[in-house]
């Protein structure tokens, strides 16, 4: 495998704007693609998702899509970086303490790849926006996986 870069690719922006329901289809995905992956950490509900996959040969990626203020942002950090995560895929607001744990990675080690949703007025194509979307950030990551970003 190519050297790397650990790196967070972050979704942030407003609340309400499916921050947290996209991140949990990248996880999802990521599953999918990557069947020889290994849970090396899972705690999923209905909306939250919480989990350390293995991917490739010990390339390790972080999930996690709860990132309003006053959530356990700083502990799910602390997990990724114990486990020792090549790539956190997380969720966070546009300021406050969660932007502020995001930008606390930087002194861990790891870049930070500021990713938003898709919008539009038109309802109808709120679906194919955000698949375009997930496709983007899955892409992200295979392209860091092969050393090419």
Request: with cysteine; proline share 2%.
């Amino acid at each position: 495998m190519s050297k790397h870069t650990k790196t967070a690719i972050v979704n942030y922006g407003l609340s309400r704007q499916g921050k947290s329901t996209t991140i949990k289809i990248v996880y999802e995905e990521i599953k999918r693609l990557y069947p020889k992956h290994r849970i090396l950490k899972e705690e999923c509900s209905r909306k939250s998702v919480y989990g350390i996959l293995e991917i490739g040969d010990n390339f390790r990626v972080g999930v996690v899509n709860f990132g309003d203020p006053g959530s356990d942002l700083p502990k799910a950090f602390g997990g990724f970086i114990e486990a020792n995560c090549d790539i956190i895929i997380a969720v966070c607001r546009t300021s406050g303490a969660t932007k502020n744990e995001v930008l606390n990675l930087s002194k861990e080690g790891f870049r930070i790849i500021w990713v938003a949703n898709m919008h539009s007025a038109t309802h109808a194509i709120r679906d194919s926006l955000n698949e375009r979307y997930v496709k983007t950030i899955l892409d992200l990551v295979d392209d860091i996986l092969k050393g090419k970003l």
